[in-house]
């Protein structure tokens, strides 16, 4: 019974439009708390054909800034730059040169060049282009942290190959859809999120993993447009 309505469940959502975050939303502010004592804040700003994604992240022995910023066009984000700052200081950047199909990145001092194909995203443009719109997720993918890439293929709706969990939040437990990028890049972006479609879409939860840390971070306060939600 309950397998029944999980893929009752699974047929609805992968069945709807999509386009709650999309349709009229310009700021959003999520709060997280996770494991390890960690916490961050994500910020998203859309100003006109401009959007910018600001994350401030901390953990044990670790204070990081994250900044992406470039244009958005109907459902599509287009990254143009990302910073990645620590302590105050920048460790590592990323320039999307559109115009002459490359991107700069790499530590400071230590630049690198790669061409740019395919959907190149930076690690902050990449969840919110899921949330966007997900079934544009597909193809070959270059996601940027400003110190690597990765690069993948998605054979099919990204959407489809995703999968239900719960979500504990402040407004009660909720059926969140879950990207698992290990899986989808074949274990080369160690990134996952969740997306809840009650709350337009938004990605109320993060796991992120190396060979330091596994952090889990879920979402204790949202706000959009000004608006607690919780």
């Known amino acids: 019974m309950m397998k029944l309505l999980k893929n009752i469940l699974i047929i609805l959502l992968l069945n709807q439009p999509f386009l709650l975050f999309a349709e009229a939303i310009h700021e ?41 910023q470039g244009s958005i066009n109907s459902n599509f984000l287009k990254s143009q730059q990302f910073t990645d700052t ?5 460790a590592s950047s990323a320039v999307f040169d559109h115009a002459r199909q490359k991107i700069i990145y790499g530590k400071n001092g230590h630049k690198k060049q790669v061409r740019l194909q395919g959907n190149s995203y930076d690690i902050l443009s990449f969840p919110w282009q899921i949330a966007l719109s997900p079934h544009s997720i597909l193809g070959l993918i270059q996601l940027i942290t400003g110190r690597g890439v990765y690069t ?17 939040t402040p407004k009660g437990v909720v059926t969140m859809q879950v990207y698992d990028l290990r899986k989808i890049s074949h274990g080369k972006a160690p990134m996952v999120f969740g997306y809840v479609s009650q709350f337009k879409y938004l990605p109320l939860f993060i796991r992120f993993h190396n060979h330091i840390y596994d952090i889990k971070l879920q979402a204790t306060h949202l706000k959009i447009d000004g608006q607690g939600i919780f």
């Not at 401009?50 to 994350?55: E, F, G, K, M, P």
């Not at 620590?86 to 920048?90: E, L």
């Open 28 to 68: 959003v502010t999520i709060e997280y708390a996770g494991s390890l004592g960690s916490q961050a804040t994500m910020h998203f700003v859309r100003q006109g054909q401009r959007y910018a994604i600001t994350v401030y992240f901390k953990a044990p022995f670790t204070q990081v800034n994250y900044l992406s």
């Open 152 to 168: 993948f293929y998605v054979p099919k709706d990204i959407v489809s190959i995703s999968h239900l969990e719960y979500l504990k």
């Open 86 to 90: 620590h302590y105050g200081k920048i």
